[in-house]
Structure formats: structure tokens, C-alpha cells
């Protein structure tokens, strides 16, 4: 069955960086998209970027020039590199398996989540 475990969340002062990790394990790793995305108490989770088969990548508005993600070669890890992080990106990231793009309803297969939180 389809595993995903991030990792790499903690806390961090305002204008610093994270990289969040996900290990995807149990599907042929071309059949999905993979996408990072984030909820914070009292809101709707948010898309916050997507990576394609074909590498083709896209970013909140929020988070553009900011945040980078990328998987290996071999595709069974997705990085989000988050640099010059704000309190407002505090947040439970969580990473998916699914369709692509920044729609939560497009991704079938999610992570436990990793904690991010900015001061």
C-alpha cells in the first residue's frame, strides 16, 4: 500500500529555512504527482507546491521565490526547501500522492504531517 513519511519540520526564527523531506514507498513512483501542502488551526489545508512526472513544477502565490521543491532521481523522495520563512507559514505540512497541482482534492494518498512553526 502507498506510504508517505515527511520529516525535516521544527521550529525556527523568522528569515530561516527548513527543508521537509518525504519518503514515498508501495506504487510505481510515475503513476502520481507528488504536492506539499499545509493547514493551520482553524483553516482549510492549502496547496502550497506540486511537482509533475515531468518535473514541471507549481507554487502558492504565497510561497513563491520562497519555497523549492524537487525529488531525487529516483523519485521515492520530494524536498520542500523553505527559505526566508515567516510566522505565517507556520503551519502541519503535509506532503501527497495524486493528480498534481495545488487542489487537495486531487491527491488521493497523504502523509502524517510534520509541524512547522516560525517566531
Known amino acids: 500500500h502507498v506510504q508517505l513519511v515527511e520529516s525535516g519540520g521544527g521550529s525556527v526564527q523568522a528569515g530561516g529555512s527548513l527543508r521537509l523531506s518525504c519518503v514515498s514507498s508501495g506504487y510505481t513512483y510515475s503513476t502520481y504527482c507528488m504536492g506539499w501542502f499545509r493547514q493551520s488551526p482553524g483553516k482549510e489545508r492549502e496547496g502550497v507546491a506540486g511537482?509533475?512526472?515531468?518535473?514541471?513544477?507549481t507554487y502558492a502565490d504565497s510561497v513563491k521565490d520562497r519555497f523549492t521543491i524537487s525529488h531525487d532521481n529516483a523519485k521515492t523522495t520530494v524536498y520542500l526547501q523553505m527559505d526566508s520563512l515567516k510566522p505565517e507559514d507556520t503551519a502541519l505540512y503535509y506532503c501527497?500522492?495524486?493528480?498534481?497541482?495545488?487542489?487537495?482534492?486531487?491527491?488521493?494518498?497523504w502523509g502524517q504531517g510534520t509541524q512547522v512553526t516560525v517566531s
Open positions: 501527497a500522492a495524486g493528480l498534481g497541482g495545488l487542489l487537495p482534492q486531487l491527491y488521493n494518498f
Open positions: 511537482i509533475d512526472n515531468d518535473g514541471s513544477v
